[in-house]
């Protein structure tokens, strides 16, 4: 069965610090990844999505960036946090038959 | 207009009632239809997905699509407690992404 790794679960970093989040997805191979950010009391938006290694698109200008170096592992990165980057943080992968999201990180950025 | 809308709530059901969630989409392209629950501080789970025109059941759940009308909504019968979360609207969007609504938030009152 397919399965997806997200972590850390919660992260506390300071403003100005870099960041690094990883996915990884196991049972399936060449999986479309997405990254989605979901802001307290807000919708999911989608950031970052790969149809393959090396292969993203961004949805949304900002100062985050994605990668993805090995097929079933999608990384999330910033060199810079700032305040409004604090939110959840999903992975997911889709099938036919809808997404499968990580369970998440929660990045609080002070 | 917003690519899918939702009434943000909460909607207030008793225990036992059925829950009736409402979303409209924008893009006449959509042709898969998804229903996520979140809980609070959790990841969105896919609960139904829908395709076709009408009505599709599992379980306590129902699901009914009408494309001309743009319009999917999501039937909750003898609603639970335990069905209190936040239910996400997602159509798929163009290309290989999904729209996510901002979601309703379902009380279940005992």
């Known amino acids: 069965s397919q399965t997806i790794h997200q972590w850390p679960a919660t992260l506390v970093q300071p403003v100005g610090s870099p960041l690094s989040l990883e996915c990884t997805v196991e049972?399936?191979?060449?999986?479309?990844l997405y990254w989605y950010r979901q802001a307290a009391g807000r919708g999911l938006q989608l950031l970052f999505y790969s149809v393959g290694i090396g292969q993203i698109s961004s949805e949304v200008p900002q100062n985050l960036s994605a990668s993805r170096p090995q097929d079933r592992q999608f990384i999330l990165s910033s060199k810079k946090l700032l305040l409004s980057d604090s939110g959840f943080y999903l992975c997911a992968w889709t099938s036919n038959y809808g997404y499968t999201f990580g369970s998440g990180t929660r990045l609080t950025v002070v | 207009q917003k690519e899918v809308e939702q009434n943000s709530g909460p909607l207030s059901v008793p225990e036992g009632a059925i829950a009736s969630l409402n979303c409209t989409y924008s893009?006449?392209?959509?042709?898969?239809f998804f229903w996520y629950r979140q809980y609070s501080g959790k990841s969105p789970e896919l609960i139904m997905s829908?395709?076709?025109?009408g009505d599709k059941e599992d379980g306590r759940f129902t699901a009914q699509l009408n494309k001309a009308s743009q319009y999917v909504s999501l039937l909750i019968r003898d609603s639970q407690p335990s069905d209190s979360a936040t239910y996400l609207c997602a159509p798929q969007a163009r290309g290989h992404k999904y729209i996510f609504g901002t979601g309703t938030r379902l009380k279940v009152l005992a």
């Open positions: 829908i395709y076709s025109n």
């Open positions: 049972g399936t191979s060449n999986p479309n």
């Open positions: 893009d006449r392209v959509s042709q898969s």
